[in-house]
């Protein structure tokens, strides 16, 4: 059981997310040298930021691939609309994003 379950595709995708994102978040370099942050990256709250980011990536992909499966299929069709207004959205989010952190 543990064994399928870790050579699940999404399962690896949220291992190797977490520990990225983890480590990426464990130090940073400036002039001097290299900045370990243990004390802040071994908080309770940031790991579970890590968890939670690691974890809605992983859905998305699931979630992705559950919808190619099904085009490939022919169960779901899609139109042009859909990628015109997931554009639009994005662009919209990249604004706002942008602009809300004045």
């Excluded at 059981?1 to 520990?19: D, R, S, Y």
């Excluded at 979630?63 to 919209?92: Q, W």
């Amino acid at each position: 059981m543990l064994k399928a379950w870790l050579t699940n595709k999404a399962t690896q995708l949220f291992f190797v997310l977490w520990l990225h994102i983890s480590l990426l978040n464990l130090f940073f370099v400036n002039k001097r040298g290299v900045v370990f942050l243990w004390q802040q990256n071994s908080e309770l709250n940031t790991l579970l930021t890590h968890f939670i980011t690691a974890l809605i990536a992983a859905i998305i992909y699931i979630a992705i691939t559950k919808i190619r499966i099904g085009l490939a299929e022919k169960k779901l069709t899609m139109g042009n609309n859909v990628f015109v207004v997931g554009s639009v959205v994005m662009v919209l989010l990249i604004g706002f994003f942008l602009f809300s952190s004045e």
